[in-house]
């Protein structure tokens, strides 16, 4: 009864892309329903690569995937050319990360940052879930998942919490959480005082501005853990590396970054 009803929406409300709003073909629907029946028997990212390919249209999905650009293996910023600093590039060579290693979609910039600003703004929650699946293949892809004990996400202040009514790197985390089979954990974090908005200041300001901001549920044992720290966007990295130092304070072991994207330039 439910795949009739599943069939009959499908019919009278064809999928369509969750960028340009273009109708997905039946065939490729079609294609992906048989494949996610036989899923047992496909990678891990085979399956959730044809979950993808059934939400967004041919056009865009090709544009959210930059593989011939390399990666900055520490900070996740996308380069036009391997870095010549090992696993760190010119962008945070000299900066002091807390965590191990930071995974992104791609650099903020062209399609990649009008959906970002169209899921903070406009709380397009099948936006959010759609860009949660596609970071999720890229953690599966890095094989950095299999390192991961607990997944949570930057908090929000409950003042801007409640202002705004969503909170989107929460959200990610959940999706991620659920593709990739480990705890989502949003209770350990706590955001502890209001904090400006970390785009509107200068880089030398931002991390002051979250200095002691957040804290760490002293009820939740995390000792030997190894946590997956989501957030939207990291641009100096300041507020996940604040973070980064409070969980490793309380025991962790190692912290993982995971954003939608990295507010860098590509060079």
Known sequence: MLEIASKMRTLCFPPRCVNCRTEIGQ???????????HATSLHQHERLTSLLESHWC???FPNLVHQDLATCWTCGAQ????SPLG??????FKKNFRFTRAISLGNYQGQLQQLVIRMKNQHDEPLTIQLGNLLANQLIDSELFENIDLITAVPTHWWRRLKRGFQAAEMIAETI?????RQFRP???KCQRSTKKQGTLASTARQKNV????SVNRSTSLQGANVLLIDDVMTSGATVNEISRILLRSGV?????GVIARGARVS
Do not use: P
């Open 58 to 60: 041919d056009r865009c």
């Open 253 to 257: 072991e190692k912290v993982y970054v």
């Open 79 to 82: 380069l036009n050319q391997q």
């Open 211 to 214: 200095q002691n901001a957040f």
């Open 177 to 181: 959480a659920h593709e990739v089979d």
């Open 87 to 92: 696993i760190r590039c010119a962008l945070c």
């Open 27 to 37: 065939s490729k629907i079609r294609q992906n329903q048989y494949r996610g029946k």
């Open 187 to 189: 209770e350990i974090l």
